[in-house]
């Protein structure tokens, strides 16, 4: 066995995988049991996707999760079946406390998928997916499913030239703006300390394209820490983009557009890795972003931001 294969005991019915490798498509391809026979749609703006085949307590949980945003709706742009199988994990899970392990692999307009007790597929542009449930407790049923949805509310969105950004967002006098980083740059803190705007997420911030042009920023559920205000549903134009740093004094300050770009792109979750074999997915985000205002925002723990965002004519 290569050192790169990772397979789990018969004992522990690990199902075997490459390191980073979904299963394949045949693994799918299997005839399984339905989880149950409940539905439930996701709407995030124009986006609507339907998981089919939950039983009751997980379509519950649905419900409960995805609150204003998950209904009964007939019609998506996403249909996913969910069923069970046997194997307990698709991922070994870690001894130690880590962020979730998730792999993806692209294979055209078609992505595999895997978590530690799921895996799935998806294609965006025929408007079917799947999802396996595994036996495994490592992480509840419903974290499970919502790292599968993240997952595929990103790649709808960048198959219809928008984006799911790492990223906090507000809205503020009927203007969206968008503030992205890596992990510790302060997204979270940015949402805390702010009292003059709406806070829409403090970690994922789904954009989907305008009519006429740009982007609007819609309404979701995937917030991180932050729990001020109630979930806002809708969507708003984007005013700017800004990648944040913590400085002594809040500042917006110009930068070349392409180093901006470059940081932006790579706060693109679930996505940017596929842009290799994907780059008619890299131009579509290069276009969405064209007319969208891009700087760097230093910020101190209080909302004077908003100040140095007003004084940038913002």
Not at 36 to 57: F, H, N, S
Not at 60 to 69: C, Q, T
Not at 95 to 113: K, L, M
Request: charged letters at 20%; glycine letters at 10%.
């Amino acid at each position: 066995m290569s050192g790169n294969e990772r397979f789990g005991t018969k004992a522990n019915r690990f199902y075997p995988v490459r390191h980073g490798d979904p299963p394949e498509m045949a693994f799918f391809e299997k005839a399984r049991p339905r989880a149950g026979e409940q539905r439930v749609a996701i709407t995030l703006g124009p986006l609507t996707i339907a998981l089919q085949g939950l039983d009751a307590p997980l379509a519950a949980s649905v419900r409960a999760r995805y609150g204003p945003y998950a209904s009964d709706a007939a019609g998506a742009d996403l249909s996913v079946d969910v069923t069970r199988d046997t194997a307990a994990y698709f991922i070994e899970p870690p001894q130690e406390p880590e962020f979730n392990a998730v792999w993806i692999a692209c294979d055209g307009s078609r992505i595999r998928y895997a978590g530690y007790a799921l895996a799935g597929w998806l294609d965006p542009q025929r408007g079917q997916g799947a999802v396996v449930l595994g036996t495994g407790t490592h992480e509840p049923e419903i974290q499970a499913l919502e790292n599968y949805v993240r997952c595929a509310v990103a790649w709808c969105a960048a198959e219809r030239g928008g984006a799911l950004v790492h990223g906090a967002a507000a809205v503020r006098n009927g203007k969206a703006y968008l503030f992205f980083g890596e992990s510790g740059a302060g997204k979270s803190t940015l949402a805390e300390v702010n009292r003059r705007a709406v806070i829409v997420s403090d970690d994922l911030s789904l954009l989907l394209p305008r009519e006429g042009g740009g982007l609007d920023l819609v309404g979701s559920p995937f917030r991180g820490t932050y729990e001020g205000g109630a979930p806002v549903l809708g969507r708003f134009p984007l005013a700017a983009a800004f990648r944040i740093v913590k400085a002594p004094e809040a500042e917006v300050t110009p930068a070349p557009r392409a180093v901006v770009f470059g940081q932006l792109v790579g706060n693109l979750t679930f996505v940017a890795e596929a842009f290799g074999p994907r780059p008619d997915l890299f131009a579509s985000v290069e276009r969405a972003f064209t007319s969208v205002p891009l700087f760097h925002l230093a910020f101190r723990k209080d909302d004077s931001y908003w100040d140095a965002i007003d004084a940038a004519g913002l």
